[in-house]
């Protein structure tokens, strides 16, 4: 079962967006800035016995990716040895809860499809942590995760390895003028599984 938390995130972050999107017309927000929307809103919902790490090196969670990419949010068990010679103490694999990336839509579909097959390696190593793609679509319907009708799909979305499993309450929209309108804004939580 997805944690409650995630379904009001979700449409907390699609409502700030579009609010965002008010400010800066006809430019798009950076991943950048939506990770650091996410983590605030994440702050806010997740229990007090958990924490959040961000911008953690994926080859010091799984020494078999070795370039240089980061994870964009962690969250993890607090314990009572968090610090480590004065400093706060990484998050160790074993208390991780919850990995998540986050892409634009309007982006690169294919590095949304590197961050699956990153997020497959680990789910390898990390059998008991939850791995979470967070796609944004900023502007339009994600037509490689929604179907003509509006629906969400449920099937495999990347070289037969990853599924898209998700409900309808996991995706939110918001800013749209016709209830028909694929221009919107749209956050979608896909689970790696």
């Known amino acids: 079962m997805i944690p409650k938390y995630w379904n009001e995130i979700l449409q907390g972050l699609s409502y700030w967006i579009a609010y965002k999107k008010q400010y800066f017309k006809d430019h798009l927000l950076t991943e950048g800035a939506i990770v650091a929307e ?3 809103l994440l702050s806010a919902k997740i229990e007090s016995n958990m924490r959040i790490e961000c911008e953690r090196m994926y080859k010091e969670i799984n020494p078999q990716i070795i370039d240089q990419s980061r994870v964009d949010i962690l969250i993890g068990k607090k314990t009572n040895d ?5 400093k706060i103490k990484k998050l160790m694999p074993n208390e991780l809860l919850e990995i998540i ?3 634009r839509y309007e982006g690169d579909w294919k590095k949304v499809e590197v961050d699956f097959e990153k997020l497959f390696k680990l789910k390898k190593n990390l059998p008991n942590t939850r791995l979470f793609q967070i796609v944004v679509g900023q ?3 994600p037509d490689k995760i929604f179907n003509s009708k509006h629906n969400l799909m449920r099937r495999s979305i990347y070289n037969g390895n990853v599924e898209l499993k998700t409900l309808p309450r996991l ?3 918001a800013f749209s003028t016709k209830k028909e309108s ?3 804004v749209y ?3 896909i689970e790696i599984i």
């Not at 968090?82 to 004065?86: R, V």
């Open 187 to 189: 956050s979608i939580l």
């Open 82 to 86: 968090k610090y480590k010679n004065g």
């Open 182 to 184: 694929e221009k919107g």
């Open 139 to 141: 502007e339009k319907l």
């Open 38 to 40: 996410l983590t605030q």
């Open 171 to 173: 995706s939110k929209k």
């Open 101 to 103: 990336e986050v892409k």
